[in-house]
């Protein structure tokens, strides 16, 4: 979770969980709160999610 993403923290997050993701190769779906913003990152066969706070509180139980 964070406030927003700029240039340092967005490098800072997709690097830790690329770290994480070269850990356990069967997770390649993650998510980032943020306060507003949304974008979808595509990087070394991972799928990062930036979603807005009130959509991730909406958003159904999977």
């Known amino acids: 979770m964070a406030w ?3 240039n340092f923290s967005k490098e800072r ?3 830790t969980l690329l770290s994480l993701a070269k850990v356990d190769n069967n997770v390649t ?3 980032i709160v943020t306060w ?3 974008e979808t ?3 070394d066969n991972v ?3 930036v979603i807005p706070l ?3 509180l ?3 139980q999977r």
């Open 4 to 6: 927003e993403l700029n």
């Open 13 to 15: 997050e997709i690097r």
């Open 29 to 31: 779906d993650f998510c």
């Open 36 to 38: 507003q913003q949304e």
């Open 41 to 43: 990152i595509h990087q």
């Open 47 to 49: 799928t990062i999610n």
């Open 54 to 56: 009130y959509k991730f």
């Open 58 to 60: 909406l958003a159904e």
